[in-house]
Nanobody
Framework: VQLQASGGGLVQAGGSLRLSCAASARTFSASTMAWFRQAPGKEREIVAAITWGGTTYYADSVKGRFTISRDNAKNTQYLQMNSLKTEDTARYYC????????????????WGQGTQVTVSS
């Protein structure tokens, strides 16, 4: 398994969760790392991405609430999610790749199995 996501769960609206994604060194090295999410009946969408050098991208819906980060020494990326809303409920996927467009999921070569985040009202 090249990407292993963890940290999902059930939380009340307004709460916080921290997702982690551990990668193999080969997958992580020099790659852009990202989080996508997919809710039932909806397409998979970008949440946030971070380049090897630390440049970040956020979907408008999560700006100011979510923070993406990475620890290159540990081959791990994180997604700190604060002020969670019911509409954040989805399965969250970790992705890695050499990408030109953060939002284009077809550019990511590696995907994790996902972790479920459920936000209750």
């Amino acid at each position: 398994v090249q990407l292993q996501a963890s940290g999902g769960g059930l939380v009340q609206a307004g709460g916080s969760l921290r997702l982690s994604c551990a990668a193999s060194a080969r997958t992580f090295s020099a790659s852009t790392m990202a989080w996508f999410r997919q809710a039932p009946g909806k397409e998979r969408e970008i949440v946030a991405a971070i380049t090897w050098g630390g440049t970040t991208y956020y979907a408008d819906s999560v700006k100011g609430r979510f923070t993406i980060s990475r620890d290159n020494a540990k081959n791990t990326q994180y997604l700190q999610m604060n002020s969670l809303k019911t509409e954040d409920t989805a399965r969250y996927y970790c992705a890695a790749g050499r990408v030109l467009t953060f939002r284009d999921r077809s550019e990511y070569q590696h995907w994790g199995q996902g972790t479920q985040v459920t936000v209750s009202s």
